[in-house]
């Protein structure tokens, strides 16, 4: 077992989560002055996320022995709500991620239930922490549906995407959907070649959120 050390900011909520969900994570606060230290750690690869004032960062961990990663500076984040939320497919949210981050948008993608229900699509390029590579998708935490004046855009969208993949492949009709909500990406991630990653998570590397939800952590 390791321990991991670092700083970030006074208070900030920190989260160790394996890539492969194959344990619980490890949750933590910083102290007073933003150190913070996680005991117990199995041998592994972790995305370590720290949160507070709004913001989020994520850092690739790779665990063999007691580190000290050093500090995790976490940007200011803002909240922005506008009037005119364009509407987006998953692969356009998640390359222009930085300037809709904190806003509302419509998001148009394939539905994909299960323990942490996303919205998909398969992308040119992959996001990357480090050594780990996301997935192209986006989660989801009680998103709505949008209001009908956006019917006629998210219906352009919907047919892009139906008539994307190779032939015969092409993802069904009901799953293609459009949800609206506020687009959160953490700091921390970059843009790379689809798909070349040494390791890969089954993370969402970004989630739209419920415009009433009070707790914006991509890592939950």
Same mark, same amino acid.
């Given at each position: &077992?390791?321990?991991?050390?670092?700083?970030?900011?006074?208070?900030?909520?920190?989260?160790? +989560?394996?890539?492969?969900?194959?344990?619980?994570?490890? /949750?933590?606060?910083?102290?007073?002055?933003?150190?913070?230290?996680?005991?117990?750690?199995p041998a592994?690869?972790?995305?370590?996320?720290?949160?507070?004032?709004?913001?989020?960062?994520?850092? /690739?961990?790779?665990?063999?022995?007691?580190?000290?990663?050093?500090?995790?500076?976490?940007?200011?984040?803002? &909240?922005?709500?506008?009037?005119?939320?364009?509407?987006?497919?998953?692969?356009? /949210?998640?390359?222009?991620?930085?300037?809709?981050?904190?806003?509302?948008?419509?998001?148009?993608?394939?539905f994909k239930?299960? &323990?942490? $229900?996303?919205?998909?699509?398969?992308?040119?390029?992959?996001?990357? +922490?480090?050594?780990?590579?996301?997935?192209?998708?986006?989660?989801?935490?009680?998103?709505?549906?949008?209001?009908?004046?956006?019917?006629?855009?998210?219906?352009?969208?919907r047919q892009?995407?139906?008539?994307?993949?190779?032939?015969?492949?092409?993802?069904?009709? $009901?799953?293609?959907? /459009?949800?609206?909500?506020?687009?959160?990406?953490?700091?921390?991630?970059?843009?790379?070649?689809?798909?070349?990653?040494?390791?890969? +998570?089954?993370?969402?590397?970004?989630?739209?959120?419920?415009?009433?939800?009070?707790?914006?952590?991509?890592?939950?």
């Open positions: &077992m390791a321990t991991i050390r670092g700083s970030t900011a006074a208070g900030a909520s920190l989260r160790l +989560t394996p890539v492969d969900g194959s344990s619980e994570s490890i /949750a933590s606060k910083a102290d007073g002055i933003g150190r913070f230290e996680l005991q117990n750690v592994g690869w972790y995305v370590l996320s720290a949160s507070a004032f709004g913001s989020e960062i994520v850092k /690739a961990v790779h665990v063999d022995a007691s580190i000290d990663i050093g500090p995790l500076d976490l940007p200011i984040g803002s &909240m922005s709500v506008q009037d005119g939320a364009p509407v987006l497919a998953v692969c356009e /949210a998640l390359e222009n991620r930085d300037t809709i981050s904190y806003k509302r948008v419509v998001i148009v993608g394939i239930s299960g &323990m942490d $229900e996303t919205l998909r699509l398969d992308c040119p390029f992959q996001l990357v +922490t480090g050594e780990i590579g996301w997935p192209s998708s986006i989660g989801l935490t009680h998103p709505s549906s949008p209001p009908d004046s956006f019917s006629e855009e998210i219906e352009r969208k892009e995407i139906l008539k994307s993949g190779p032939p015969g492949s092409q993802p069904r009709p $009901e799953r293609v959907v /459009a949800l609206a909500g506020i687009f959160v990406a953490p700091a921390g991630l970059t843009a790379g070649p689809c798909c070349r990653a040494p390791v890969e +998570t089954n993370l969402p590397p970004a989630r739209l959120f419920g415009v009433g939800e009070k707790d914006l952590r991509v890592i939950r």
